[in-house]
């Protein structure tokens, strides 16, 4: 049974980077039957899809967010990352790590970390 | 992108009654929709994929249905623990967007 777990800052200031890690186990960031995902929720609104990693390293990000995203892998310590640049006050949400499988074309997130509350202000 | 639609956003319901809540899509998805339900506090669980198959795990009382642009998400026989919030996803085109949710009281 895979688990993800979110690590990383509560507390953001405006304009800074926001950098958070999903720690995997159970399973490997190097299986090719999956992708990886980091997925947001603004307090009191809907699910927003930021971005996936595969185990080749490609990658491919919500274009609302592209310009201020980078999402990364390290196999070594089945960690993937998430970096969000020049945040501001609409960035503050629980930021969820997921797992994106997909299957005869469909894809769903089948498992999901417990979610960390990211909060911006000075 | 392609914008998710849900309704009614609020739904009241007692123990055992069967509930429907739709979900439209701003074009055609084909079966490409997820239906997931989170609670207070906790992250999105799966339902129903690909629109009518049951997630593994998942009770039976939960049914899925539609294609291209219109879906439903049934629930009979409602139990207490059906509390909770519902969301669906389309995957037929990224970015990947869910629908606003529908939250779910039973009396």
């Known amino acids: 049974q895979v688990q993800l777990q979110e690590s990383g800052p509560g507390l953001v200031r405006p304009s800074e980077t926001l950098s958070l890690s999903c720690t995997v186990s159970?399973?490997?960031?190097?299986?090719?039957?999956?992708?990886w995902a980091w997925i947001r929720q603004p307090p009191g609104k809907g699910l927003e899809w930021i971005g996936n990693?595969?185990?080749?390293?490609?990658?491919y990000y919500n274009p609302s967010l592209k310009s201020r995203v980078t999402i990364s892998m390290d196999t070594s310590t089945n960690q993937f990352s998430l970096r969000l640049s020049s945040v501001t006050a609409a960035d503050t949400a629980v930021y969820y790590c997921?797992?994106?499988?997909?299957?005869?074309?469909?894809?769903?997130?089948?498992?999901w970390g417990q979610g960390l509350q990211v909060t911006v202000s000075s | 992108d392609i914008q998710m639609t849900q309704s009614p956003s609020f739904l009241s319901a007692s123990v055992g009654d069967r509930v429907t809540i739709t979900c439209r899509a701003s074009?055609?998805?084909?079966?490409?929709l997820t239906w997931y339900q989170q609670k207070p506090g906790k992250a999105p669980k799966v339902l129903i994929f690909?629109?009518?198959s049951l997630q593994g795990g998942v009770p039976s009382r939960f049914r899925g249905g539609g294609s291209g642009t219109d879906f439903t998400l049934t629930i009979s026989g409602l139990q207490p623990e059906d509390s909770a919030t519902y969301y669906c996803?389309?995957?037929?085109?990224?970015?990947?967007?869910f629908g606003r949710g529908t939250k779910l009281e039973i009396k």
């Open positions: 997921a797992r994106l499988f997909p299957t005869s074309g469909w894809y769903y997130f089948d498992s």
């Open positions: 159970g399973g490997s960031l190097s299986d090719s039957n999956y992708y």
């Open positions: 990693v595969y185990y080749t390293g490609s990658t």
């Open positions: 074009q055609s998805i084909s079966r490409y």
């Open positions: 690909g629109a009518s």
């Open positions: 996803q389309q995957s037929d085109t990224t970015p990947y967007t």
